[in-house]
């Protein structure tokens, strides 16, 4: 892979153990104003929902502040618990302050980091929330192996829109042909990045069956073996 030089990193779920960290955040916002639900029950219907609205989120359907509330507003009427817009809004705050200060990575990560970093121009491209995006990469001490941080809110579109990648080859003074984007979201990192001409791997930490032609890992380290 001598021809590459620039690598793109997705964040949540790919370095950034999203669902580890977001649990301890409920925990945390769910003790602190006293909600009456088991944590565990609605985790459980919260992840599906969450990705549904990240899905519609990311097709531009819905906005960030309807992508915000609507996924604690949906999870608590699949609880068929009550509660009152205030506390939606209380938590739906709590959580995106509390979110960042919880920093698990995925296995490997600073190991494969400090393998790729004296050779290539590392970035992140994101569809994640600025304010919340920026304090994660600091907290969890990632902010010395990335050049640029690439966000959707900043690009003005999401992931899988090729204008995201186009924005980023820019930004970076890169070309598509000399570009690998690394991500677990086969529609957003892997489908939107190759459109735009990138090389790609796969972070399949789930195992999913993939076509031949696709450069696909099960843990971070593996990508020693193409990098």
């Known amino acids: ?7 793109f990193f997705d964040l949540d779920h790919t370095l950034w153990d999203f669902e580890t960290n977001s649990n301890i955040a409920f925990e945390t916002i769910f003790k602190k104003h006293k909600v009456k639900v088991e944590l565990q029950k609605f985790l459980n219907y919260y992840r599906g929902i969450n990705e549904d609205y990240w899905k519609l ?10 992508l915000r509330l609507g996924r604690l507003k949906d999870t608590f009427v699949k609880l068929n618990h009550k509660v009152d817009i205030q506390l939606i809004e209380d938590l739906s705050i709590g959580y995106i302050d509390v979110l960042p200060n919880n920093n698990q990575l995925f296995e490997g990560t ?6 790729l970093y004296v050779n290539y121009k590392l970035h992140i491209i994101t569809n994640g929330f600025n304010e919340v995006q920026s304090k994660k990469i600091k907290n ?14 900043d690009a003005g579109v999401k992931k899988p829109n090729r204008v995201i990648f186009e924005y980023a080859l820019a930004l970076t003074n890169a070309v ?4 690998m984007m690394i991500g677990d979201n086969w529609e957003a990192d892997i489908m939107g ?35």
């Open 176 to 179: 598509s042909e000399e570009s």
């Open 1 to 7: 892979m001598k021809h590459i030089k620039h690598i």
């Open 193 to 227: 990045a190759k459109d735009a001409g990138f090389d790609v791997i796969f972070c399949n930490f789930n195992e999913q069956p993939v076509s031949e032609n696709i450069k696909s890992i099960t843990n971070l380290v593996e990508i020693k073996h193409y990098l």
């Open 110 to 115: 600073h190991e494969i980091l400090e393998h």
């Open 140 to 153: 969890s001490g990632l902010n010395k192996y990335f050049d640029k941080i690439i966000t959707s809110e």
């Open 57 to 66: 989120y990311r097709d531009e359907k819905i906005s960030k502040e309807e």
